[in-house]
């Protein structure tokens, strides 16, 4: 194979995955890893992908960029489907629980499916419709479509969700800055997500690895304000340990 042609078919990995290892790559294409490192170097220099220790991750994107549900899907998919099964763990018969919109809590929904005495509230459309003909009560939020991730914003989902009570919010975030705090491109989700927070008693966050280190436009909340994570084991060390220093608890998948 072609230097350029393996260039070319890095580059389609990182689009479909959402990162790329070298000792994968090296493997992929029987080659070495010296070898790969000069592809990944290459193409950074090129402004084809960021470099990182071990691998490379997709250009980060200003913090205005808000992918729609479908451009999400195709990303870290393993990941996200690990982090839900962590997250179905921790559900239990007779709770109720809050689900925001993304692929993470799509996945989620998708296994609380035959869970009886179950309550799932929630402001995303394409999970109500998920779990409109299964065993779980589903309580909509309300208020205006934004049609590029199928939720449900503005006063009306706020103000219902001042006026219910729930175990568990599961939280997913486009970023999450440990100094900063967890955010969304989006000031209207940010709001809703804030509201989501107080009306439950514990707030998990459910993210891959990719959303560390990023800021997004909208402030959601400080982490002081989180619970648990959980996320894939490619989280940076030092934000592994400045969460837990933190006292929020982290579980790896």
């Known amino acids: 194979m072609l230097n350029e042609e393996r260039r070319r078919e890095i580059l389609e990995l990182l689009r479909n995955d959402g990162r790329v290892l070298v000792r994968d790559l090296s493997k992929r294409f029987r080659t070495s890893l010296i070898t790969i490192r000069k592809d990944l170097?290459?193409?950074?220099?090129?402004?084809m992908l960021e470099r990182t220790h071990g691998g490379a991750l997709p250009i980060r994107t200003g913090a205005l960029q808000d992918q729609t549900l479908r451009e999400k899907e195709r990303l870290h998919r393993q990941e996200k489907m690990r982090i839900a099964a962590a997250a179905l763990r921790m559900i239990r018969p007779g709770q109720v629980i809050i689900l925001d919109s993304g692929t993470t809590?799509?996945?989620?929904a998708r296994g609380c499916r035959h869970m009886r005495s179950l309550t799932v509230i929630t402001n995303a459309t394409n999970i109500a419709a998920e779990l409109a003909d299964s065993s779980v009560e589903v309580i909509l939020t309300g208020g205006s479509l934004r049609k590029s991730s199928f939720s449900l914003v503005g006063p009306l989902a706020e103000?219902?969700?001042?006026k219910l009570n729930a175990d568990v919010l599961f939280l997913a975030v486009d970023g999450f800055d440990v100094g900063y705090g967890l955010s969304t491109p989006n000031q209207l989700e940010a709001r809703v997500n804030r509201a989501m927070s107080e009306s439950a008693r514990r707030t998990v966050v459910v993210c891959d690895s990719s959303k560390f280190g990023r800021r997004s436009l909208s402030l959601i909340m400080d982490v002081s304000a989180v619970h648990e994570t959980i996320t894939d084991r490619g989280i940076p060390k030092h934000d592994l340990k400045a969460l837990r220093e933190a006292e929020v608890e982290v579980t790896l998948v």
Do not use: D
């Open 41 to 47: 170097e290459s193409l950074h220099h090129q402004g």
């Open 105 to 108: 809590t799509t996945a989620i």
């Open 159 to 162: 103000e219902s969700l001042r």
